[in-house]
């Protein structure tokens, strides 16, 4: 179960089989059902979260009741509510498994102490934090004047398995287009 967790810390980072386990040691697994929430929406959340089969979303409702999808993390993947998990106030947003998940979690306390103790994590964390922002960035801009097929094409390029994976609802409202012109676009590509 860990053989993911292991590849993916081994390439952002050069460690020693000993720091390797004790990382790992730190993660313990979490099976979630579909559609679970993982951190509600007014939950502290204090666990990271790296998902070695499934999905989790990242997503907010409005006052009208409609759902905004911020953010997906699927196989080797890490994923958090991280102002929450940073600052220990609520998340204001839900972290749901969209597919039956197989998680490895590590509690904030053992986060930190790794970041702390061990150099090469805190240089996985920087890693995160930097990934996490250009990707923020760069979904902002992309989409700024991008029009709803331009946004699609986009996904596609750099997103290849998002649509696969994802309903047409969480998808659009990921993107920022309504599921009928999506259902449309898909139907044209």
Sequence with gaps: MYSLLKSYIKSQ?????????????????KLTSRN?????FNDICDSYYFIN??????????????????YFAFEGMLCTALPSFIDQKPAC??????????????????FYKL?????????????ILELGFITAQKRIYGFQGFDALEKVRWIIKHQPH????????MAASYLGISPSTLSRIKSKL
């Design 53 to 70: 089969k499934g999905c989790i979303r990242l997503y907010t409702i409005n006052s009208e009741g409609i759902e905004t999808s911020r």
């Design 13 to 29: 980072t050069e460690i020693n089989e000993e720091d390797l386990q004790l990382i790992c040691s730190c993660f313990k697994p």
């Design 162 to 169: 998002f649509l696969l994976r994802v309903s047409n609802k």
């Design 93 to 110: 947003e839900y972290l749901q498994t969209i597919e039956k998940s197989e998680l490895l979690v590590i509690s904030r306390a053992d």
């Design 36 to 40: 679970e929430i993982v951190v509600d």
């Design 115 to 127: 970041v702390g103790e061990m150099p090469q994590f805190g240089e996985i964390y920087k890693r």
